[in-house]
């Protein structure tokens, strides 16, 4: 399965997949896949995107913020999220949510 990122997800809320166990080792985050057989290793602005995912943050809103702390341009912060989050969508690691997530 190849997700297709398209622009209107921007407004698409990213929420965690409850079937993967995750730890946050010095603001890196490591994510075992629900077979048990791979363990992924999120550099620094996948591991913002991942504690992002929490289904009260839009995509947009996650990608601006990405561009004030790691200081890239829109363009490149949209394109980059949009590939990454696609694979772990391809994944199942997150799911995109038309509405945020109750608490």
């Known amino acids: 399965m190849n997700y297709q990122f398209q622009k209107e997800d921007l407004d698409k809320y990213l929420v965690l997949s409850k079937n993967h166990v995750w730890r946050m080792i010095d603001d890196?985050?490591?994510?075992?896949a629900e077979d048990g057989r791979r363990?992924?290793?999120?550099?620094k602005v996948g591991s913002f995107i991942w504690k992002s995912a929490d289904g009260h943050h839009t995509i947009r809103a996650i990608v601006e913020k990405i561009c004030e702390r790691f200081e890239v341009d829109k363009e490149t912060a949209?394109?980059?999220a949009s590939e990454f989050i696609a694979k772990l969508i391809d994944?199942?690691?997150?799911?995109l949510s038309e509405n945020p997530i109750e608490s």
């Open 39 to 43: 363990l992924h290793s999120l550099n």
């Open 28 to 32: 890196e985050a490591f994510v075992l």
């Open 91 to 95: 994944e199942g690691i997150v799911n």
């Open 78 to 80: 949209e394109r980059d």
